[in-house]
């Protein structure tokens, strides 16, 4: 239980989202800090009291080794046996294995790489630089914690998404939840494909509440660098247009504000926050540099925060596509009677997180209450 809470994080992760809104259906945090972050041990425990107040029958320890339609259902193949059901939920996670780009092989020998699966804390890297790839949550508090340990780091950035920790005195997370941005539901975005392949914002949980977009990795002292394309001859290339994918993130996040201002202006509720704010737009290096020569001994370590993805090896149902993700209608899957929950905007754009998933978990379990209903 609380599988991937216990082995695939590192050491002085937090929850990027507030504990008020660490809720589960039953349970609410109630403890000291509801605007701090929680530890990677807090949540594992949240997870726990969440099995014991909602009584549900969990078996621990089991992988499902192979899912297969047979007799009007699936049958299961498990570490502790066959299984039969007619339905099956399918809640095995976005984040089975972390992503990383194919011409990795091509890194020289002499630089070691490491996934956030395998990193724990600083200290276990070599002296020297580290080259961190990927801007998005992973990537920008792992640069701030090795750059931190007296390790340079210079940052890879793509595409990204900027935001500030606080805005109008409330935690950014506030707006997003309470305008309703988080709420919209996956058939009223417009780019659904595109949505469920943003990437996860630039927040980390400090107890400063200090917000770590890449101007304030910059200040650390992070080189910040774009979006790694190849490697020829031990060097790593770099594309040119990190300016513009800091000003198209710059923009964005400027529209998102304009959005939760509107929605205080209109909905009544400039009262319960301060003034508007606006931020500098993200410094970027003239020039930044293009490349890197990784014979050289200046990287001694390279660390992919270039996203996960999720494992479906064990389902044997003709269900996923062929960028490996699952086919689906709001988490009812295109096999009968087999569904998903857990995965990004399945049903809204908080459909990825711990608060995300009571209301997706209510209209998914409809939906399979109403099937075994109708073949009953
Ligand atoms: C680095 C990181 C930071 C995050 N930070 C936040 C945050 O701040 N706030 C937030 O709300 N969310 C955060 N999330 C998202 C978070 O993962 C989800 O909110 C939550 O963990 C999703 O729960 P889940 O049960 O859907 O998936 P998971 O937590 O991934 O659990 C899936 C489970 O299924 C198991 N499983 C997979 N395959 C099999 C199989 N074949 N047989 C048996 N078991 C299997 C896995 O072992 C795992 O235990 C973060 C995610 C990551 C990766």
Not at 3 to 12: A, M, T
Not at 133 to 147: C, H, R
Not at 164 to 184: A, F, I
């Amino acid at each position: 239980m609380a599988n991937s809470w216990r082995r695939e994080r590192w050491d002085s992760l937090r929850l990027l989202t507030p504990s008020w809104q660490s809720r589960l259906p039953g349970l609410r945090y109630e403890g000291p800090e509801p605007d701090g972050y929680m530890t990677v041990g807090e949540v594992t425990e949240f997870i726990e009291r969440f099995a014991k107040v909602s009584g549900a029958p969990v078996r621990t320890g089991v992988n499902v080794t192979s899912v297969r339609q047979a007799d009007g259902g699936y049958r299961l193949a498990t570490s502790q046996g066959e299984l039969h059901a007619r339905t099956v939920v399918i809640a095995s996670g976005a984040c089975n294995e972390p992503s990383v780009p194919a011409f990795s092989p091509a890194v020289p020998a002499s630089v070691e790489q490491l996934t956030p699966f395998g990193y724990h804390d600083p200290a276990q890297l070599p002296g020297g630089g580290v080259l961190v790839v990927g801007a998005s949550a992973t990537g920008v508090q792992l640069a701030a914690e090795i750059q931190r340990s007296g390790r340079p780091v210079t940052l890879s950035v793509g595409e990204h998404v900027r935001l500030p920790r606080t805005y109008r005195g409330h935690d950014v997370l506030w707006w997003m939840e309470t305008s309703g941005v988080w709420n919209q539901r996956y058939d009223e975005v417009e780019d659904l494909t595109r949505a469920r392949r943003l990437p996860s914002p630039q927040l980390a949980g400090t107890a400063g509440r200090t917000t770590l977009d890449l101007s304030a990795l910059a200040s650390m002292g992070v080189g910040l660098v774009g979006r790694w394309a190849a490697v020829r001859e031990g060097r790593a290339l770099f594309s040119g247009g990190l300016r513009n994918v800091c000003s198209l993130a710059d923009l964005k996040m400027e529209r998102l504000l304009d959005a939760f201002d509107e929605w205080g202006r209109t909905g009544g509720h400039d009262a319960e926050a301060g003034p508007p704010e606006r931020f500098a737009p993200t410094r970027v290096p003239e020039p930044a540099r293009l490349q890197l020569d990784l014979r050289s001994g200046e990287i001694r370590t390279i660390v992919w925060a270039t996203g996960f993805r999720p494992d479906y090896g064990w389902l044997d149902v003709p269900v996923v596509d062929a960028k490996g993700q699952l086919r689906h209608e709001g988490g009812v899957v295109d096999s009968p009677g087999l569904y998903a929950l857990g995965l990004p905007v399945l049903r809204r754009r908080k459909s990825t997180f711990i608060c995300g998933i009571e209301d997706d978990a209510r209209a998914v379990t409809g939906h399979l209450a109403r099937f075994l209903a109708a073949g009953s």
